[in-house]
């Protein structure tokens, strides 16, 4: 193994509500992926700090009319939360709760021999909010809740808690705060069983912190307190909510997120000790997340594939999009294709929408911070009027830089939303037009470039003019909003305002990471 150093958090992108483990020599991280297919993220990493994704647990998950786009609001802010990871004789196991399918009492359950899959999926009876899965020898549990903590003794299957099992609340949040202890991580270390969980304070600090309650039964009396409090100095977001893994030397770390801003919720990498005495936790340097931290590899000289990647869509037939690659809730599939113009990604309008949020068929990638360019070249020549095509900013507060037609001509214009404010899911309304240009041909080149550096959380447009990139309309005030809960994507999308049967081919996209 060698020694490795790298800036926290470790990865600047949104990968929120994150568990992780170790499988011999590999670290495995999933994290929430709501209304996002495929869904169910794992990242795969041998060191810590460098991560590429794995795999997803699924393509669709119950192919609903929410989860479709065509319910007129989504799944945005819903779908895949929080799930729990776990590799217990030879299985790899996640368990999740959908918040779209909240009244039908179910959670997930996917179970592989593999990382890669095949993945079985199951259901099983009760919800399970920010759940986390232990195995007492063959006999598994869940610990869940919002507040009050609950552990569950699960039939062998883990179909629906077991008869006559272990069914009690076991951790009561009576602090003074504005968020109960959720986002549950339970283990059993040297004899003793841990359970991490975080809540938001009213006092002191007014931030997410980490909390651990420890005992020395599965079911007993649970004590603890907080255990670490800090914002490594950033807008006072505290760090706080995921799990904890240790490495093959026997060091620990836990891997928690922080919000940051509109880029989303990022990972950071916490350094874990244990008091001699107690045995209770350390989390951090001196109660402090170190701006800087060192790891060691399993696999010196590994080389990772990135998360973001630019993309000429120049595919073989048959091959998959690259992972980095998600869909803005179900495709649909007889609306898009790589091969139809090979070299091009081609997407075509279905049924007319209002506004981008509820175009169908809307591919996109993580932005990635400090600042990043996120620029796609299409073909509009087959665009039909009121169709729009091009590159968006996409969050609930959206920024979208599109090429519309309308009287017979193309023009580039940009859209935001029509309020500041957020509201709850389902946007009926057309974007604002903020700018408009006329397009003379039929081929465009436009990027949005994204600055999230200390919370500036800012959108500039531009489009390409004789080999020059020239901006276009207001600079956006990027807003990270609870109804879609999730950090700016950059996504590509073509859709229908009158009526149906117009296409684009985008013929690159191109995303640059400026540090």
Same mark, same amino acid.
């Not at 959908?98 to 009492?105: I, L």
């Not at 903020?434 to 006329?438: G, T």
């Not at 959108?459 to 901006?471: D, L, P």
């Given at each position: 193994m060698n020694n490795l150093m790298k800036n926290n958090p470790v990865v600047w992108a949104d990968i929120p509500d994150v568990d992780i483990i170790r499988a011999d020599d590999t670290y495995y991280m999933i994290s929430t992926t709501m209304h996002l297919m &495929?869904?169910?993220? +794992? $990242? /795969?990493? #041998?060191?810590?700090?460098? !991560?590429? +994704? =794995?795999? #997803?647990? #699924?393509?669709i998950l119950e192919d609903s009319a929410g989860e479709r786009l065509e319910d007129g609001r989504g799944i945005y802010g819903a779908g895949m939360w929080a799930a729990t990871l776990r590799w217990h004789n030879g299985k790899f196991y996640v368990i999740f709760v =959908?918040?779209?399918? /909240? *009244? %039908?009492?179910i959670s997930f359950l996917f179970v592989s021999d593999r990382i890669e899959g095949p993945w079985e999926k199951r259901k099983i009876k009760g919800f399970y909010h920010d759940c986390s899965l232990y195995f007492e020898g063959d006999r598994p549990f869940i610990v869940s809740g919002n507040g009050n903590l609950r552990l569950v003794e699960m039939k062998p299957d883990l179909s629906e808690p077991l008869p006559g099992g272990i069914d009690k609340i076991i951790i009561r949040d009576t602090d003074f705060v504005s968020l109960r202890f959720e986002g549950s991580h339970m283990y059993k270390i040297n004899g003793r069983y841990y359970i991490f969980m975080i809540h938001w304070l009213r006092y002191g600090s007014k931030r997410r912190v980490e909390a651990c309650f420890f005992s020395d039964t599965i079911d007993g009396e649970y004590r603890g307190s907080n255990i670490l409090d800090d914002d490594m100095g950033y807008h006072n977001a505290g760090v706080a909510q995921g799990g904890i893994v240790d490495t093959p030397d026997g060091d620990w770390y836990a891997m928690? $997120?922080? *919000?940051?801003? =509109?880029?989303? /919720?990022? &990972?950071v990498l916490v350094p874990v000790t244990w008091d001699a005495k107690t045995g209770f936790p350390i989390f951090g340097v001196n109660g402090k997340v170190p701006h800087w931290i060192e790891t060691k590899s399993t696999r010196p000289g590994y080389v990772y594939e990135p998360i973001v990647i630019s993309d000429d869509f120049n595919y073989a037939p048959g091959e998959r999009l690259h992972p980095a690659w998600q869909w803005n809730h179900i495709p649909d599939n007889r609306l898009w294709s790589l091969t139809e113009r090979p070299g091009f990604l081609r997407l075509r309008t279905g049924r007319p929408v209002p506004n981008v949020t509820l175009a169908r068929n809307s591919l996109g990638q993580r932005t990635m911070g400090p600042v990043c360019e996120g620029s796609v070249k299409l073909d509009v020549s087959h665009l039909s009027e009121g169709d729009y095509a091009g590159l968006c900013a996409m969050q609930s507060h959206y920024g979208f830089l599109a090429v519309t037609r309308r009287n017979r001509e193309n023009y580039i214009v940009m859209l935001t939303r029509s309020e500041q404010r957020y509201g709850s899911r389902g946007d009926n309304r057309p974007g604002i037009e %903020?700018? @408009?240009?006329?397009l003379d041909g039929t081929t465009a080149e436009l990027m949005i470039r994204c600055d999230f550096r200390d919370n500036i959380d800012l =959108?500039? @447009? $531009? #489009? /390409?003019?004789?080999?020059? !990139?020239?901006?276009i309309g207001p600079a956006l005030q990027m807003l990270y909003t609870p109804d879609h809960f999730m950090g700016y994507r950059y996504e590509l999308c073509c859709f229908a305002t009158k009526k149906a049967g117009g296409y684009a081919d985008f013929d690159s996209y191109e995303i640059r990471v400026l540090e």
């Open positions: &495929p869904g169910g993220v +794992i $990242f /795969r990493s #041998y060191d810590l700090i460098h !991560w590429e +994704i =794995a795999t #997803y647990l #699924y393509e =959908a918040n779209d399918t /909240r *009244d %039908q009492d928690l $997120f922080q *919000d940051h801003g =509109a880029v989303g /919720r990022i &990972p %903020q700018a @408009c240009v006329k =959108a500039e @447009c $531009f #489009y /390409r003019k004789n080999g020059e !990139w020239v901006k």
